[in-house]
């Protein structure tokens, strides 16, 4: 078994990046890695800001941390149920294939 997981994001307007990461690897880092535009991560991933906000597939589940919660409450443009900071999900084999919707904006 290959510790690299596919996933893509696919922004706003509808383009997608297809990028692979290393298991344990947050989906934030595997962006920045791959050069996606749209994670801006100005906080380097300190779930500090919103501007690693994505819309995650079912299969991540929502965010339970109250901090990140938080986070998205008071920054996040464009929030959603589904929203999710991408510094605060790490890579497993089960989001193989996931697709993470990019918002129109990141603040």
């Known amino acids: 078994m290959t510790d690299e997981i596919n996933i893509a994001f696919r922004t706003a307007e509808g383009e997608t990046f297809r990028v692979s990461g290393l298991r344990g690897a947050t989906v934030m880092e595997t962006a920045i890695r791959n050069d996606v535009p749209g994670i801006e991560a100005e906080c380097g991933g300190a779930c500090a800001c919103a501007t ?6 079912e299969t991540v589940g929502e965010a339970t941390d109250p901090y990140e919660q938080d986070m998205l409450d008071f920054t996040a443009d464009e929030r ?6 991408s510094c605060q999900i790490e890579l497993e084999p089960s989001m193989e294939g996931a697709v993470f919707d990019l918002p129109g904006v990141q603040v």
């Open 80 to 85: 959603r149920p589904n929203s999710r900071l």
């Open 52 to 57: 690693c906000h994505v819309y995650a597939p």
